[in-house]
């Protein structure tokens, strides 16, 4: 006979208040507005992409670095991280030369260099 597949077994996401489990983040962040009360985006819960519920006042860090062990609360954390310590890559003012591996120095600079340039 032949052999019978594997069950799939899905990913499961589970509150964190009450321990009910969900198969899809979406319906978890949904419980969390309607069973808990939290509004989204409205301050107190909110759901990582790993079904964590996370509030805004923690440290939660899932964002894993693939060059090390370092983990970071949001990707923006984690891009900035990567192209400063493992990357030669850098962004270049246009204005001035000033070179920087951090996307949010780069963009905080132009905005200041461009202020200081006045208008073309």
């Known amino acids: ?3 019978h597949p594997s069950p799939v077994v899905p990913t499961m996401f589970v509150c964190e208040l009450c321990g009910k489990t969900f198969t899809q983040n979406w319906i978890l962040k949904k419980h969390y507005s ?3 009360g939290y509004a989204n985006g409205g301050g107190g819960v909110k759901v990582c992409k790993c079904g964590k519920a996370v ?3 923690s440290k939660h860090v899932c964002h894993d670095c693939p060059y090390c062990a ?3 609360p949001n990707k923006l954390s984690l891009r ?3 192209l400063s310590q493992h990357t030669q ?3 270049k003012c246009e204005i001035c030369g000033a070179s920087f591996t951090s996307h949010q120095m ?3 600079h132009m905005i ?3 202020v200081k340039e006045g208008p073309s």
Do not use: G, I
Request: glycine content about 0%; some cysteine; overall charge positive.
């Open 55 to 57: 509030s805004s006042s």
């Open 112 to 114: 200041e260099c461009r």
């Open 70 to 72: 370092l983990k970071f």
């Open 1 to 3: 006979s032949e052999p």
């Open 106 to 108: 780069y963009t905080k």
């Open 80 to 82: 900035d991280h990567v």
């Open 34 to 36: 309607t069973s808990h």
């Open 89 to 91: 890559t850098s962004k």
